[in-house]
Every structure is written in structure tokens, then in C-alpha cells.
């Protein structure tokens, strides 16, 4: 039980703002100073269920821990001090991902040209390969790297307008670009592609995707900070 209480301090103050490396020390103190004040009841002849319990009671409710760490500026994390960071850091890793993904596919269309040459690749399965690596940069990446983030903001500080304002980033930047992989073929060597336009005609569309994209991601979020929420509800 008293462990149980000190790993949801540490949730908690994490939550509030404190940067995890300071949330996981203050749990690790307050626990020790559960033990010395449970030892010194015991000393004093109480029972350990009642000394836990008296240890509990003088060192305060979770409000007040939480309330007292909290209040430390000098506790804070980066998410607390500089939130607007937040809504860039899920675009700008979502664009090195593609990249990376893409120079190791232009890496590999060497590879495959000498590999595939000497076979008779239909021109439909190069199509279907161009449209495959579309829908995995395009559409599964940036969801799931919108959704990693939210992940981490529901154990972190983060206020949902900043996450919602990095989903719909995240998302918009992939429905700007365009990218893809065409196999080399007979009469065609293959070709990699990555790129980004913007058209004025194409935007409502677009939005609308990315809109869509955006509230896939960040399901996972809302489900899991209400759980969270729940669970780690200071005792009064």
C-alpha cells in the first residue's frame, strides 16, 4: 500500500508539472521518510498496520505533497515552462522519419535495380509498391507519431490545446507532402520521391484529411489521461 502511494505521488507530480527526474527523487524521499516515521512508531510500541497508518497521517494528505513539490519552480520541466514546444516537436520528428525513410529507400533503388532487372516486374505491383510507401508516410506515420505524443502528454503537463495543435500540425504537414517509391521495372530504372506543395484548390480537402487524422491520434490521448485521471486522483 505505501509503495502503491508513492508511485502515484510520482504520477501526480509529474502531472503537475514536476520533471520526472524530480518526481521519481521526491517519491524516493518521501518513502524514506515513511520508513522513519513508521520505525519511530513502532518504537513507540504501535502495531505495523497502525504505525503505517500513523506514518500516513503525519506526513499529510497527497494534496499537500503534491501541492508543496509542485510549487518549487525550480522542479518544473521543460513542458511546463516552454509548453508551445510541444506543438513543434511531434512535426519536426515526424519529419526526420521521413527523411530517413526515404534516404534509406533511395539507398536501397541500387540494390533493387540490380536485384530486379533480371525480372519481370509488372508495372501494377511497381504501382502498388508506390502506393503502399504513400500510405505508410503519409497516413499511418503521422498518426502514429501524433499518437505517441499524445501518449506521452497524458503523463505529462501538456494543456490539450498545445497537443491538439500538434496533431493537426503533424497532420496537415503529411497531406502537404507527397512521396513514394516506384520499383525499377522493364523501361524504367525506379525512382524515389519526397516532396511538399501547397495548393489553395486542394486545401479544404486537405484540412478536412488532416482533421480526420488528427482526431484518429489523439483518441488514445483522451482515453488514456481520463484513466489516468482516475487512477491518480490525490486523497484528500
Given at each position: 500500500?505505501?509503495?502503491?502511494?508513492?508511485?502515484?505521488?510520482?504520477?501526480?507530480?509529474?502531472?503537475?508539472?514536476?520533471?520526472?527526474?524530480?518526481?521519481?527523487?521526491?517519491?524516493?524521499?518521501?518513502?524514506?521518510?515513511?520508513?522513519?516515521?513508521?520505525?519511530?512508531?513502532?518504537?513507540?510500541?504501535?502495531?505495523?498496520?497502525?504505525?503505517?497508518?500513523t506514518a500516513h497521517q503525519a506526513m499529510g494528505s497527497d494534496a499537500t505533497l503534491i501541492t508543496r513539490y509542485a510549487g518549487q519552480r525550480e522542479l518544473r520541466g521543460w513542458l511546463y515552462r516552454w509548453p508551445v514546444l510541444y506543438a513543434f516537436?511531434?512535426?519536426?520528428?515526424?519529419?526526420?522519419?521521413?527523411?530517413?525513410?526515404?534516404?534509406?529507400?533511395?539507398?536501397?533503388?541500387?540494390?533493387?535495380?540490380?536485384?530486379?532487372?533480371?525480372?519481370?516486374?509488372?508495372?501494377?505491383?511497381?504501382?502498388?509498391?508506390?502506393?503502399?510507401?504513400?500510405?505508410?508516410?503519409?497516413?499511418?506515420?503521422?498518426?502514429?507519431?501524433?499518437?505517441?505524443?499524445?501518449?506521452?502528454?497524458?503523463?505529462?503537463?501538456?494543456?490539450?490545446?498545445?497537443?491538439?495543435?500538434?496533431?493537426?500540425?503533424?497532420?496537415?504537414?503529411?497531406?502537404?507532402?507527397?512521396?513514394?517509391?516506384?520499383?525499377?521495372?522493364?523501361?524504367?530504372?525506379?525512382?524515389?520521391?519526397?516532396?511538399?506543395?501547397?495548393?489553395?484548390?486542394?486545401?479544404?480537402?486537405?484540412?478536412?484529411?488532416?482533421?480526420?487524422?488528427?482526431?484518429?491520434?489523439?483518441?488514445?490521448?483522451?482515453?488514456?489521461?481520463?484513466?489516468?485521471?482516475?487512477?491518480?486522483?490525490?486523497?484528500?
Amino acid at each position: 500500500m505505501s509503495e502503491a502511494r508513492f508511485k502515484r505521488l510520482e504520477r501526480a507530480l509529474i502531472r503537475h508539472g514536476v520533471a520526472a527526474r524530480h518526481a521519481r527523487r521526491a517519491a524516493l524521499e518521501l518513502g524514506s521518510h515513511f520508513q522513519e516515521l513508521r520505525r519511530d512508531a513502532l518504537e513507540r510500541g504501535e502495531s505495523p498496520e497502525q504505525a503505517a497508518r500513523t506514518a500516513h497521517q503525519a506526513m499529510g494528505s497527497d494534496a499537500t505533497l503534491i501541492t508543496r513539490y509542485a510549487g518549487q519552480r525550480e522542479l518544473r520541466g521543460w513542458l511546463y515552462r516552454w509548453p508551445v514546444l510541444y506543438a513543434f516537436a511531434p512535426v519536426v520528428s515526424f519529419a526526420l522519419l521521413c527523411i530517413t525513410s526515404m534516404a534509406l529507400l533511395v539507398l536501397s533503388l541500387d540494390e533493387l535495380h540490380a536485384t530486379l532487372r533480371s525480372i519481370a516486374v509488372p508495372a501494377w505491383v511497381a504501382a502498388a509498391v508506390n502506393s503502399s510507401i504513400a500510405v505508410a508516410l503519409l497516413w499511418v506515420l503521422p498518426v502514429l507519431v501524433a499518437a505517441a505524443f499524445a501518449f506521452l502528454a497524458s503523463r505529462r503537463p501538456v494543456e490539450p490545446r498545445w497537443l491538439i495543435a500538434s496533431a493537426l500540425l503533424v497532420c496537415l504537414t503529411a497531406r502537404l507532402m507527397n512521396a513514394g517509391l516506384m520499383l525499377p521495372f522493364a523501361g524504367h530504372r525506379g525512382s524515389a520521391s519526397l516532396g511538399i506543395g501547397f495548393s489553395f484548390s486542394a486545401l479544404p480537402q486537405q484540412l478536412t484529411y488532416a482533421l480526420i487524422t488528427a482526431a484518429l491520434a489523439l483518441v488514445p490521448y483522451f482515453l488514456t489521461s481520463h484513466r489516468l485521471r482516475r487512477g491518480s486522483s490525490p486523497s484528500t
